[in-house]
């Protein structure tokens, strides 16, 4: 395998000392646990509706937004509803500027979300998007730091895993950068699941309450 890690975004020593926990909202054990965990391992993450799990994501997003600020953060939803419901949503928890995010659908035109993939830092979009400029070569793969699936037990927000084998594999060879975390409701769905996101998401842990 050849080096080429100067293709990857740079880790930033300064703000990668130390990661950062919202102190404007109630600390929950379980909550701060599993972002403890979700942060330095892939992990899947199994909540009731209600318990936080935007909270949590948008957590290991911004540190991941901190952490390599030539990366791309990605937070997939399966539906356009979901996706701007999870921009508001994560912007209040944490304050990542605006400028930094892009909501991205189908119903945006691939010359724009070419220019804002170059621009921005944050993305929310359905996996039809990330598919299709997966495929399309727009979106930068190597530059993806973090990856966040939304609503895993619905399998259409899966779908853009499995014809990704490149995404996957470039992925892999830097486990220390990328990091893939998912969410979803049950354990008994997470447990149906385990089998096909450990081996196209890279997820080694589980995470439940």
């Known amino acids: 395998m050849s080096d080429d890690r100067a293709d990857y975004p740079a880790f ?15 600390v929950r054990d ?8 979700a942060l330095f391992s892939n992990t899947l993450v199994s909540l ?9 994501a948008a957590v290991i997003m911004f540190n991941y937004y901190r952490w390599f600020p030539t990366g791309k953060v990605v937070f997939m939803a399966p539906t356009r509803p979901l996706v701007l419901q999870q921009v508001d949503a994560c912007r209040k928890a944490t304050g990542i500027p605006q400028s930094d995010t892009a909501a991205m659908t189908g119903s ?21 998007t990330l598919q299709n400029d997966l495929l399309t070569g727009i979106c930068p793969a190597r530059s993806i730091t973090c990856l966040v699936i939304d609503e895993a037990h619905r399998y ?12 996957t594999a470039e992925r892999k060879e830097t486990t220390r950068i990328a990091r893939s975390c998912a969410f979803c ?11 096909f996101l450990r081996r196209q998401a890279t997820i080694t842990k589980r995470c439940r309450r």
């Open 185 to 195: 409701l049950s354990a008994g769905v997470a447990f149906a699941f385990w089998p």
């Open 108 to 128: 945006i035109a691939a010359e724009q979300r070419a220019l804002l993939w170059k621009s921005r830092s944050v993305f929310f979009l359905t996996p039809q």
């Open 48 to 56: 009731p509706t209600g318990l936080g799990k935007t909270f949590i």
């Open 156 to 167: 259409a927000a899966l779908c853009v895993l499995e014809p990704r084998a490149n995404f």
């Open 30 to 37: 379980y909550q701060f646990n599993i972002v403890q965990r």
């Open 12 to 26: 930033a020593e300064e703000q990668g000392a130390h990661w950062q926990y919202p102190i404007n909202y109630a």
